[in-house]
């Protein structure tokens, strides 16, 4: 499969009309911290300034916007506000942890159209609060993440509701294309940020996955472009290894468990079948990465560099220190004292 540019470029045209000033979020150059892994370099891609805090902002913003569009069958940059059409207008739901659904609440606003966000009882109050601060309707089901996606699938079926999913097991779900395209805004900024910076191209990339939807976004947009080794990690916490799992599989599978962990956002139970094809297509790696890791990696980060983040956010920097810190591990994935290392700091911490 060959990267597409054009969905991303088109997405970042329309997310501009939504966020106004949306410019790249900055690179980081971790010094210390290469030096203390003994590896070259670290890069560090700071999603924490994105709009909404993190770069689920991207995906479930342009992909509502863009499933209003077909919904009224009207071009992608007349959506902004449809509030003075009263018949058929689309309800947009969706399943989330939290970040995912307040993007998609704010496409909804921004086109005008009415939103459900379905989350699971794990989800902290902060983060169900800035969802309805953002005017969609919260509701919470009972269970994990996977079962709050099966009740947002029965309330739209059941009301006529439009998915906004940013997982399915249809591997070629338009909506989940939609939304991995806003992510590919990421790669693009990436790639002209290190020419531009007359950087060396990484030669590594550790990538967090939830459902999978970012990962494989990165893997597909940074394809051809990584210097070698090029290897992409996707990164899940041991206690929701779902795209693991379904890697070692060929087929989403559901993780046993309750999935829970201190990365809450990336405690899925079955992966993203559009996300798998393309993970599978490009000989993505998978590691997984323990509780006192994930921990370990945002106060680390912190202490080092001042930026705060989640345990989701810091989870693709957990696992370069657990493979640095394994001699077997760095000899298979290739990391050397020159490798150079990008990561995604993925989320913001939450304010109370």
Excluded at 65 to 78: E, H, N, S, T, Y
Aim: contains cysteine; aromatic residues 4%.
């Amino acid at each position: 499969m060959t990267t597409d540019c054009a969905p991303a470029s088109r997405a970042s045209t329309i997310l501009a009309n939504v966020f106004g000033d949306h410019g790249p979020t900055p690179v980081a150059s971790l010094a210390p911290l290469a030096q203390s892994l003994g590896v070259g370099a670290v890069f560090a891609k700071m999603e924490t300034g994105r709009p909404l805090g993190s770069f689920k902002s991207l995906g479930g913003t342009y992909a509502a916007i863009a499933a209003v569009a077909r919904a009224l069958g009207k071009p992608l940059d007349r959506i902004c506000d449809v509030t003075g059409l009263s018949d058929g207008l689309p309800h947009l739901i969706c399943a989330s942890d939290g970040n995912h659904g307040l993007a998609v609440a704010a496409g909804a606003r921004h086109a005008g159209v009415s939103c459900t966000v379905i989350l699971h009882g794990g989800v902290p109050e902060i983060r169900a609060n800035r969802i309805r601060d953002a005017g969609a309707t919260v509701r919470v089901a009972s269970g994990t993440y996977d079962d709050a996606v099966d009740l947002a699938r029965k309330l739209a079926a059941e009301d006529g509701y439009v998915v906004i999913p940013d997982t399915s097991l249809d591997p070629a779900d338009p909506v989940v294309a939609d939304v991995m395209a806003g992510y590919a805004v990421i790669t693009d900024e990436l790639k002209q940020q290190f020419a531009t910076d007359r950087l060396d191209r990484p030669t590594h990339v550790f990538v967090q996955a939830g459902v999978g939807g970012l990962a494989a976004a990165v893997a597909s947009g940074l394809d051809g472009w990584l210097a070698p080794p090029a290897r992409v990690i996707i990164v899940e916490p041991d206690q929701a290894p779902c795209v693991a799992l379904a890697m070692a599989a060929g087929r989403p599978v559901r993780a046993a468990g309750h999935l829970e962990t201190s990365a809450d956002m990336l405690s899925c139970g079955v992966a993203s079948a559009p996300a798998l094809k393309i993970l599978r297509e490009y000989g993505a790696l998978c590691m997984t990465v323990s509780e006192a890791e994930l921990a370990m990696s945002a106060m680390n980060l912190e202490a080092a560099t001042g930026i705060t983040t989640t345990s989701s956010g810091a989870a693709g920097l957990a696992a370069l220190s657990a493979a640095t810190a394994d001699p077997l591990r760095r000899r298979d994935l290739g990391l050397t004292g020159d490798s150079r290392v990008l990561v995604l700091i993925t989320e913001a911490r939450p304010s109370s």
